[in-house]
């Protein structure tokens, strides 16, 4: 890429420390690990700046003691010398604090959970230790919301408050809990993050620092022996929903000296540990074993942490056509084998389909293009190859939109044909907001979830808007609907749908509208009406400030983007089959500059802050809309240290 911003996180991979390692004898815990590939390097830390790669040491802004990999290894988190819960991009850079500080609180043991989503902490204050949940990332100014991750403790299991060394393989939670009635730690588990299950359960009523196998199906953890020695156990975990007691804990390791911070390896094979003389005295060396605890082998003849770093790749698609109906085409097979509907909009002019992402998504099908006058062969095709006969295919805009030939030759086909339209495209808009509202023929109005609003005279904003209309949030996805203004000034039919939106409001709970671009934002403000102004110094700030609106607030139930798509933010058809595309994958989609192919620098720091959650972009249209070094500067945001990143053309669903 041509940023500075890509150009100084490229080159901060390449920096090599020499810096030597050395024993800092912290205190036993284990570190996160999710499952990835037998070739998933092991790592050490040990207090300082540098972080061990298979011998050799990488810089980090902060020092880093316990220290735990996001699922696909791009990013590292652990808790700095100020106390602050913070991450880093694999390589070194790219910092961001996910939990400031707090006066009297020290934090440990920071664990990735939820698909890398978020991570969890111990935190102690007053001698009171409890763990906290944050977002994995938050934009910058957002405001961090600490949460209990545990769930459904009434009435059973224990009262909060010794609860520590927390671990996840990134669904599954383990954690230590001391129980003063027994003045001992126990090892509890808490399945999938305590959605729909019961809470935690206990593994063992005596053991610290528990470690999570990449499967979930094996907790190890250590326990002294006789002598004092700490010592590797497991115990078998068949998941806390299937109505299966846990195992009986096996000892492990035998010899005599401590094993601590135990961590296993991404393909489950081997736990790496910190090997010690014995008796609580400083550790050593680095050493691992087999997990069935043959095989014992020295991984370095210096003392620190060990932790693997999970080798997952991630994927950039191009999904691509010889022109912009084909690439809509690329678009629905990548996605669909089948579909509940299709959505047809004309391929030369945007007006009628700025709303159609949304249809699109609530219907459960791709947006298709077609010439006006004529149904495509090739549109033809998919749509027989996605639906069943007597389906629906929604045809937008009135007969100069899509004339009676094409609608007729869908009908021929054996589909039901429903013509979705307006006087004019702001009406069309109001028309189709409608379609995603009502539900069938049934009682009358349905209020949508929320309502973006966007000029209708140039395609930009309402494409972005598209994509995030319906992104998720605490309890499902949202009904989110796109309508169109006539540039600065307020329609009277888009007026009129705004004034039922309000009539219908709730007092508690309001429908919320927003004004995506200037001109949406002047024309709601010219008739009073109460927005949030999304509203960029270019089309590429309004795409961005879309993205960071709708996808990321993990901690209030948000909807935490795993996938964000890339179109050109000179051109629309791409971006309108793209659009309904990145609704269905529920991610955003972010305008680039096609001279550049970039997108602004604060998206590019937004997607390199989610690159933990993000496993997948998507490029919308050839290189002559978007240059392939949008494939590989996206890939360097999303995708690890040393290159891990798939590149994929119009891969099939």
Known sequence: MRSKSIKKSLA??????????????????????????????LTITNGTHTVLYSGQAWTYQGNIGQASWAPDGSRIAYVDS???????????????????????ATRSNPTWIDGGKAIVFSETVNGVSKLEAVAAYLAPGTQVHESDPLSFLGGQKFTEGTESAPDSNGSILAFQHHNATTSKDEIWVQDDFGRGSAGPILVSDDGIAPTVSPDGKTIAFLRKDASG?????????????????????????????????????????????????????AGTEVDSIASNGTGERQESNKAGLPSYRPSNPNTMVRLEGSDRIGTAIAASQAEWKNASAVVLSRSDQFADALGGSTLANSVGGPLLLTPSDHLDAGVKAEIARLLGHGQTVYVLGGEQALSPAVANAVHAMGYNVKRIAGADRYATSVAIADEVTHTSAQNGWQQPGRVLVATGNLSPDALSAGAAAESGA???????????????????????????????????????????????????????????????????????????????AWDQGGSVPTAVGFATGTGWADALSGGAFMSMKGGPLLLVNP???????????????????????????????????????????????????????????
């Open 12 to 41: 901060a991979t390449a920096v090599l420390a020499s810096s030597v390692v050395t024993g800092v004898g912290l205190a036993g815990s284990a570190q996160a690990t999710t499952a990835g590939a037998s070739n998933s390097p």
């Open 82 to 104: 100020n106390g602050n819960v913070v991450t880093e991009r694999a390589g070194g850079f790219g910092l961001a604090v996910v939990a400031p500080a707090k006066a009297g």
């Open 229 to 281: 020695d700490e010592q590797i156990w497991t115990v078998a975990f068949n998941g806390q929903g299937q109505g299966n007691p846990p195992g009986t804990p096996k000892q492990l390791t035998t010899d005599a000296h401590d094993h601590l911070h135990p961590a296993f390896s991404p393909d489950g094979s081997r736990i790496a540990y910190e090997a010690g003389p014995g008796k609580g005295a």
């Open 474 to 552: 605490a309890y499902g996805p949202v009904m989110g609907v796109v309508i169109l203004t006539d540039d600065k000034k307020m329609p009277a039919s888009t007026g009129g749908y705004l004034a039922q939106v309000k009539a219908h409001n709730s007092a508690q709970s309001p429908t919320p509208v927003y004004g995506v671009g200037g001109q949406a934002d002047t024309a709601l403000t010219s008739i009073g009406y109460q927005h949030t102004a999304l509203v960029g110094a270019t089309r590429y700030e309004t795409s961005y400030l879309v993205a960071r609106t709708f996808f990321g």
């Open 595 to 653: 001279t550049t192919g970039e997108p602004t620098s604060e998206a590019e720091s937004w997607v390199t802050g989610f690159s933990s959650s993000i496993t997948t972009g998507y490029v919308f249209g050839g290189t002559a809309a978007v240059p392939p070094v949008t494939d590989t500067g996206m890939g360097n945001l999303i995708g690890s240290m040393g290159g891990q990143v798939n590149y994929v053309v119009n891969p099939k669903a």
